[in-house]
């Protein structure tokens, strides 16, 4: 049975793990194969605005060819200055994240686009408003989740933690990948240790390692065969 989703949810262990770049994979990947997919960024913090040299969208935007001239500020629907959990953000500014909306410009995109591929704000138990975190609007919005982790040293605490976190609202998520984007490449061991650990005790598959890119419009060949792992996966459902 064929469960592709309309909706991907990209979450991470923590924040800086790679959830942009995989998220900008996912774009590259899904256009390459003839979909229609559309980024998401419901909550931005840290940045000016859709346009400012830290917006994620405007990166998406800027290394996926047929978005380069389209406006990224599309895919935000908030943005706030301060680099902090969405809630307090939005409190510095004296405005509040209301999720309906968010939910509302998801219905939207959905029936236009697919898949919709939304990227999260920081890790999955990271508060977005004053009774919300990230993991509660993955259920909502019908997303589900890949998981976006580092490749070295603390990621099987981290990975676990995140998964357990999602499975308590029983969601299970399509995968985990593990991003090694280090200046000096994880050694292989290392990575093996911890794919085996992260499988045999959650029972969530890695699809793969996502090495260092040096030109995001361009990722090499390997970059994508995560993404591809999991769609595939998903298909034969």
Not at 128 to 150: F, H, K, Q, S
Not at 214 to 222: K, Q, T
Request: glycine share 10%; hydrophobic share 40%.
């Amino acid at each position: 049975m064929n469960k592709k989703p309309r909706v991907f949810f990209v979450v991470g262990t923590d924040t800086g793990v790679g959830k942009t770049v995989l998220s900008l994979l996912m774009v590259q990947f899904f256009f390459e194969r003839g979909y229609a997919p559309f980024y998401l960024k419901p909550v931005q913090t840290g940045c000016m605005d859709s346009y400012d040299s830290g917006s994620d969208a405007r990166f998406v935007y800027e290394n996926s060819g047929p978005l380069r001239d389209k406006d990224p500020a599309g895919s935000v629907v908030y943005c706030f200055r301060n680099p902090k959990a969405p809630v307090y953000a939005a409190r510095d500014e004296g405005r509040t994240v209301d999720f309906q909306v968010i939910e509302t410009e998801v219905l939207r995109i959905s029936s236009l686009f697919r898949p919709v591929i939304i990227e999260a704000a920081g890790g999955v138990l990271v508060p977005v408003t004053e009774d919300m975190l990230v993991a509660d609007m993955i259920g909502p919005l019908g997303g589900t989740p890949v998981i976006a982790a580092r490749a070295g040293l603390g990621t099987i605490n981290h990975t676990l933690l995140t998964i357990e976190a999602l499975d308590r609202r029983g969601i299970k998520p399509a995968g985990v990948v593990f991003i090694d984007a280090g200046e000096q490449a994880t050694p292989p061991d290392m990575i093996r240790e911890n794919r085996l650990a992260v499988e045999s005790i959650s029972g969530v598959k890695v699809a793969g390692v996502v090495g260092r890119i040096s030109d995001f419009s361009r990722p090499p060949g390997e970059s994508y065969q995560p993404i591809i792992r999991i769609w595939e996966r998903l298909a034969g459902c």
